[in-house]
């Protein structure tokens, strides 16, 4: 073969193209390193190859799983990828699932031997709560007896995961779900089944933008589709990364946050607005009524008006409309907020944006790892506005010289981790000294190419 190669390279040019072609396409489907070019042919599927192609869905499933699982998957056709955040298990055969059970009847291969997993399918491993309450997915393989008759025969491969930890806080649905979902399932170009157990209707309908988006197909709720769906295969369980991050070289051909975000953009139908054009920059202050709120929020939003902003505190209702709320938030220049899951609208600001974050005493390393380093991978500004301690009320709790005021990082260590969040970020309010913040403000301006006050 390698002779033959050799002095085919010696005959005409239009041979050696011909075996190059060729060389290319097993590349395509042999290995998972592609040029970056074919990457861009499967994302945007001009290459012609769909889902329904048996070399091209096995090809995006094994992206899936690493090393020696990928081997493992070629060989029988089931294969897990097992990470400290979250299991995420492949078929690339067909599977039965019955919803009712929410068991997934894996390969029948001759002479496998007959094995169980359950999978947990919700990307937060470390979380006892989670881990309590999402339902399992049983996955049964090998020489089953009794398999159940499809009720339902689909064309395309079913993705399944919990969305168990859905409950109206948008840092976790992003975190946990809608991210880990799109990094997982984006490349399928939307060609798949999504199935969501612990199904919450709240979530489905807050986020349908993005499912009918990652996938042409009506969302299954087993609970209500009670009966055996067949697939050409299947994926149990997400991918997941890091905190509101996508990793775009973990899985072949990844994603980025820039993707992701500008997924966001077509799944809402938001205009990437050009902010310089604006005529009065828009500054949405986030704002928290339980703890970690803004004492005197009126003060600030009359020296934010002062500096030329037009200024937006949204309500609760109008951040249940994701649809309008996302709208808002791409025509906005500076978002201001403490830390809290408030900033994970960060999101949908355009890029060049500002963020600026009001840092509590104590809140330094949680501020900056889960809003802080998103917002530099979004391409926005970031502004960390660290509080002066008279800023803070614990000093109206505790006196200036208690260690709680005096030095906040006494205190984990000390007292555990638990009295920690307990007083900083459940008992700490904000009464922000509006000449210092000017400054910050001012400085977002110049990051926008304006100057303050504003004519
Ligand atoms: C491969 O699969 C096995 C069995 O599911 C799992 O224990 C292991 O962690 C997997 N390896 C990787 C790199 O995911
Ligand atoms: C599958 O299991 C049945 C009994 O449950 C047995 O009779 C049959 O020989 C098995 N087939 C294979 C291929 O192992
Ligand atoms: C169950 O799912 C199948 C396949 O998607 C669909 O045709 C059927 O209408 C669904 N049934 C209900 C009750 O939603
Ligand atoms: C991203 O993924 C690659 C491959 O798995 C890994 O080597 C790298 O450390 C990851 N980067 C980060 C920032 O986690
Ligand atoms: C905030 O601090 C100022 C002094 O810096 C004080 O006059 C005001 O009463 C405080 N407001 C609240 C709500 O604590």
């Known amino acids: 073969m390698e002779k033959v190669r050799r002095s085919l390279v010696f005959i005409t040019t239009p041979l050696l193209c011909l075996l190059l072609l060729s060389l290319v396409y097993t590349l395509q489907f042999g290995s998972l390193v592609l040029p970056s070019n074919q990457w861009e042919k499967l994302r945007t599927n001009s290459g012609g190859n769909r889902v329904e192609d048996q070399e091209n869905l096995h090809f995006l499933l094994k992206r899936l799983v690493k090393g020696e699982n990928q081997t493992q998957l070629e060989a029988i056709g089931f294969a897990c990828h097992s990470d400290p955040h979250t299991d995420v298990c492949v078929s690339n055969r067909p599977v039965r699932i019955d919803t009712l059970t929410m068991k997934v009847y894996a390969p029948l291969r001759e002479g496998m031997p007959q094995a169980n997993r359950i999978i947990r399918p919700y990307a937060k491993k470390d979380d006892d709560w989670i881990q309590g309450h999402v339902s399992p997915v049983q996955i049964l393989q090998g020489n089953i007896s009794s398999l159940p008759a499809c009720r339902y025969t689909h064309d395309v491969p079913a993705i399944v995961f919990s969305s168990i930890g859905a409950s109206g806080n948008v840092f976790h649905e992003f975190s946990e779900l809608i991210i880990p979902l799109f990094l997982t399932s984006r490349l399928f170009q939307s060609r798949l089944r999504i199935i969501i157990t612990d199904f919450k209707p709240r979530f489905f309908i807050k986020y349908k933008k993005i499912f009918s988006r990652l996938s042409s197909y009506e969302v299954i709720n087993p609970a209500a589709n009670v009966s055996v769906h067949c697939f050409p295969g299947a994926v149990v369980g997400l991918h997941y990364h890091y905190r509101l991050a996508l990793n775009a070289s973990d899985i072949p051909g990844g994603y980025s946050m ?3 975000k500008q997924f966001l953009r077509e799944s809402f139908n938001l205009k990437i607005l050009d902010l310089s054009q604006m ?5 949405v202050l986030m704002s928290r009524t ?3 709120a803004f004492l005197n929020e009126d003060q600030m939003v009359t020296m934010m008006k002062e500096l030329g902003f037009r200024v937006v505190v949204p309500k609760p209702d109008m951040m249940a409309n994701l649809d309008k709320f ?16 408030g900033l994970t609208n960060e999101i949908f600001l355009p890029e060049g944006a500002v963020m600026v974050q009001v840092v509590g005493l104590d809140l330094d390393w949680a501020s900056g790892a889960y809003y802080g380093e998103p917002a530099i991978e979004m391409g926005l500004n970031y502004i960390k506005y660290k509080i002066e301690p008279e800023e803070s009320s614990l000093i109206s709790l505790y006196g200036r010289d208690d260690p709680i005021v005096a030095d906040p990082a006494s205190i984990t260590p000390t007292k555990g981790y638990l009295f920690a969040r307990a007083v900083y970020l459940d008992q700490q309010n904000f009464n922000i000294s509006v000449v210092r913040f000017r400054e910050t403000l001012i400085k977002a301006l110049g990051l926008l190419g304006r100057s303050a006050p504003l004519d």
Do not use: I, T, Y
Request: charged share 20%; hydrophobic share 45%.
């Open 290 to 292: 339980k703890s970690r």
């Open 279 to 283: 005529e009065k920059p828009v500054l």
């Open 326 to 341: 996302a709208e808002l938030l791409n025509s906005c220049s500076v978002l201001v907020g403490a830390h809290g899951a």
């Open 258 to 260: 820039l993707d992701f």
